[in-house]
């Protein structure tokens, strides 16, 4: 089975130890966002799981306050979860990977990659949104009938 985690900062799991997490690849992006999302998908026998949730899973998050993590079942938000992840596993500009030593190697991207980093093509993506809802929005706005 394959294991991608995309943390933010500490991670104590060494990926590529033979016997151990040769099939885990831990990936850390830096850019100009702190936060990153709590996305958890899981693929079982076909089946595909996506979770969100609030849930940083470092100890001194889970002794003294409630963490939630929820399902997420509408097909078009589990597809926008998808395309997230897709965007930061396939990041060569802002991500390093984590090797078997613990150290970190930054992607580089290749030819034919984008150049750019994950949080600026979400960034990219959100703004070309949210100029089409409103250019949506001012065209309802034109051809609803006017009282006069």
């Known amino acids: 089975v394959q294991v991608d985690l995309i943390v933010r900062d500490t991670c104590r799991l060494r990926p590529g130890v033979r016997g151990v997490s040769e099939n885990v690849r831990v990936i850390s992006i830096v850019g100009r966002f702190l936060e990153h999302a709590r996305i958890f ?4 026998a076909g ?5 969100i949730g609030s849930a940083d899973c470092m100890r001194r998050n889970l002794e003294r306050r ?5 399902p ?5 938000l589990r597809k926008e979860l998808r395309m997230y992840l897709d965007v930061q ?4 500009r802002s991500a390093w990977e984590m090797q078997s030593d613990g150290s970190y190697v930054q992607r580089r991207p290749g030819e034919g990659d984008d150049p750019r980093g994950s949080q600026e093509i979400l960034i990219d993506l959100t703004a070309a949104r949210v100029q089409e809802r409103r250019r949506a ?9 006017r009282e006069f």
């Open 137 to 145: 929005r001012r065209k309802k706005a034109l051809a609803a009938p």
């Open 41 to 44: 998908y899981f693929r079982n």
């Open 72 to 76: 997420v079942e509408t097909p078009a």
């Open 47 to 51: 089946e595909e799981e996506y979770f």
């Open 66 to 70: 409630v963490e939630v993590v929820a």
């Open 89 to 92: 596993l396939n990041d060569r």
